[in-house]
């Protein structure tokens, strides 16, 4: 099998840490969303930071600041300015 050029491996390094970090925030927003929601039986309001839910604010709140810090990180960090020219490809 031919070895793909490293652009190529880049975009589907990249790709892959995009896909990664999606799945990481969709796993941390269903744990702090359903994980910390109150018993359906508990029939008081649940204790309120900031006016609101500890579910809420951990899913809603703080994990998209974190997130988009870690998003932020990773394209800073991570990624590579790869050229878009076809012409620079085959040189």
Known sequence: M???PAYYQQA???AAMALLLAMA???WWYCSAYGLAPAMEQ???P????GLPLWFLMSCVIGPIIFT???A???KYCYQDLPLDP???HE
């Open 12 to 14: 589907n390094r990249e």
């Open 25 to 27: 925030y969709f796993v």
């Open 87 to 89: 012409k620079e490809h």
């Open 69 to 71: 810090v870690l998003c």
């Open 43 to 45: 029939t008081n309001l």
């Open 2 to 4: 031919p070895q793909q």
């Open 73 to 75: 990180l990773m394209v």
């Open 47 to 50: 204790e309120l930071y900031w």
